[in-house]
């Protein structure tokens, strides 16, 4: 059969490889440590749940509009304001499957063939193959290590073109846990402003920030940047609802407009039980949400300590998200390794650890280490990682 050449110029997800072969030595009986996956380990909050299933009772199991419920659209717009000091209608708000349903939609919308968007390394998998997919063209920047992986204002400046449409912004970031600070945002604003270049800031992991740092929005910074910004978010990292799909995207009235087009001739709505547990998450109790994040913050600092003990092995320690990167260059090295897929691959078969290759991140030399999982796995998963490493 022939497929389309957008098809066929997608890149198989190293992150749901990984996955498949650690599920297929699970079910052989082996004993598999999974530092991969990219959701919290703790359930739904009940008060969550109880809410959706409420709504399944009293027949909310029907079509909603495209762009979401209205009690849902005017919720987001609340935390908008109260977290970010944002100021939306409704009609600049979508609510979609996933945050990543979001970004989609963003990209088919927003781009024409040979349009570029400026992405940072390390990226989230997903969004050179998202620009791909709406036949637009990634143009990739290097976040360097000893910035803590973040981009300047001129490696930005210098990557800009006349195709350049958009720039994505991810603080704090998948897949390292960097965050922008203030200064750094507005000189970013600065450059995509001056060039009339849209920021897409992805914010889903701005609740799950440490060392009392605070997360900001780049679209608070002034009205001109609020104007040029579109802000996706969601539910699944800080409610635990991955499973749930509900993420959402505000911005331009006319660009939401059209993405919600999009929305009702592929998905029509986002499933509708689980848009009222998505508005009991923003107006119920946060209380689960903060100890998961007092949870999150205890395994960082002790995977981070655990792999620092590796020799061969680096990382910094990360200020947001559930990723630790971890540069294994001088370890693969010393293995005899010639890159770090195969590294990880032989971590997987021999020592049972399941982690994510950077490769998938456009980072050859690191691994994803996810510490969304309890602490005695992240201790096993550690020293397995040491008896590989050093026993090579």
């Known amino acids: 059969m022939n497929l389309s050449q957008r098809v066929e110029q997608v890149t198989p997800s190293k992150t749901l490889a990984i996955t498949a072969k650690a599920k297929e030595l699970k079910s052989q009986g082996f004993d598999v440590v999974g530092l991969g996956a990219g959701e919290p380990d703790f359930n739904t909050p009940q008060h969550i749940i109880d809410a959706a299933v409420k709504a399944m009772e009293e027949g909310q199991t029907k079509y909603t509009a495209a762009s979401g419920i209205i009690e849902l659209k005017k919720a987001i717009c609340e935390k908008?304001?109260?977290?970010?000091?944002?100021?939306?209608?409704?009609?600049?708000?979508?609510?979609?499957?996933?945050?990543?349903?979001?970004?989609?939609?963003?990209?088919?919308?927003?781009?024409?063939?040979?349009?570029?968007?400026?992405?940072?390394?390390?990226?989230?998998?997903?969004?050179?193959?998202?620009?791909?997919l709406a036949e637009g063209v990634p143009v990739f920047i290097e976040g360097k290590e000893e910035n803590e992986f973040k981009v300047t204002p001129e490696q930005i400046e210098a990557?800009?073109?006349?195709?350049?449409?958009?720039?994505?912004?991810?603080?704090?970031?998948?897949?390292?846990?960097?965050?922008?600070?203030?200064?750094?945002?507005?000189?970013?604003?600065?450059?995509?402003?001056?060039?009339?270049i849209l920021i897409v800031s992805d914010e889903i992991y701005e609740k799950l920030i440490y060392d009392g740092l605070e997360h900001v929005s780049?679209?608070?910074?002034?009205?001109?940047?609020?104007?040029?910004?579109?802000?996706?978010?969601?539910?699944?990292?800080?409610?635990?609802?991955?499973?749930?799909?509900?993420?959402?995207?505000?911005?331009?009235?006319?660009?939401i407009k059209a993405m919600t087009n999009l929305s009702s001739h592929s998905t029509s709505n986002p499933t509708t039980f689980a848009q009222y547990g998505a508005l009991a998450a923003l107006k119920g109790s946060q209380e689960p949400l903060r100890v998961m994040k007092e949870e999150f913050d205890k395994r960082r600092r002790a995977i981070t300590e655990l792999m620092n003990d590796i020799e061969g092995v680096y990382c910094t320690m990360p200020k947001g998200a559930f990723y630790l990167f971890a540069n294994v260059s001088e370890a693969m090295q010393k293995g005899g390794f010639t890159n770090v897929d195969e590294w990880a691959q032989a971590l997987l078969e021999k020592e049972y650890v399941a982690l994510i290759p950077g490769s998938g991140f456009g980072a050859p030399h690191h691994v994803r280490i996810s510490y969304a999982t309890s602490l005695e796995q992240l201790q096993e998963g550690a020293a397995r990682i040491k008896r590989f490493v050093e026993g090579n």
């Open 218 to 255: 780049i679209a608070s910074l002034s009205q001109a940047a609020y104007e040029n910004t579109v802000v996706i978010n969601g539910m699944s990292k800080p409610y635990s609802m991955t499973g749930w799909r509900i993420g959402y995207a505000a911005g331009n009235e006319q660009l």
């Open 80 to 132: 908008l304001a109260d977290d970010n000091g944002l100021s939306y209608q409704p009609s600049q708000i979508l609510v979609t499957n996933g945050a990543k349903h979001a970004l989609y939609n963003l990209f088919q919308a927003l781009l024409n063939p040979g349009d570029e968007v400026i992405i940072p390394i390390p990226y989230w998998v997903s969004y050179p193959e998202m620009v791909v």
């Open 159 to 196: 990557a800009i073109t006349p195709k350049t449409r958009a720039f994505i912004l991810n603080s704090p970031s998948n897949p390292t846990g960097s965050i922008y600070r203030k200064e750094e945002l507005k000189a970013i604003a600065d450059v995509c402003l001056r060039h009339h």
